[in-house]
């Protein structure tokens, strides 16, 4: 079992920047794929990006791809987010997620799931 806690999330101008960190308890860590997810008001929780146990594997929702960039240290047992060129549709709640499994856009396979950042980004 692990616990996850997401922070760095806030308000930005559009263009801008935001780092996300998950912070995950549990000496297990480096065996879980971890996916961030991200839900707007209305709408349903979409996978961003996800990363392999290892790192060595990553995916990227289309609409993120070459604007975020997902990292991980599973000597520090944190995985990161850089967000780049923010748009205001890339506000949402964000929400990292551990799972032993590589189905990366299910949210159904993740077990684990920390509690949520916000990220604003202003027009």
């Known amino acids: 079992q692990i616990q996850l806690v997401e922070s760095g999330g806030g308000l930005v101008e559009a263009g801008g920047s935001l780092r996300l960190s998950c912070a995950a308890s549990?000496?297990?860590?480096?065996?879980?794929?971890i996916g961030w997810f991200r839900q707007a008001p209305g709408k349903e929780r979409e996978v961003v990006a996800a990363?392999?146990?290892?790192?060595?594997?990553?995916f990227y929702a289309d609409s993120v791809k070459g604007r975020f960039t997902i990292t991980r240290d599973n000597a520090k047992n944190t995985v990161y987010l850089q967000m780049n060129s923010l748009k205001p549709e890339d506000t949402a709640v964000y929400y990292c997620?551990?799972?032993?499994?590589?189905?990366?856009?299910?949210?159904?396979?993740?077990?684990?799931w920390g509690q949520g950042t916000q990220v604003t980004v202003s027009s």
């Open positions: 990363i392999s146990s290892s790192g060595s594997t990553t």
């Open positions: 549990g000496r297990t860590f480096s065996n879980y794929v």
């Open positions: 997620a551990a799972s032993i499994y590589w189905r990366v856009g299910d949210p159904k396979e993740y077990r684990y």
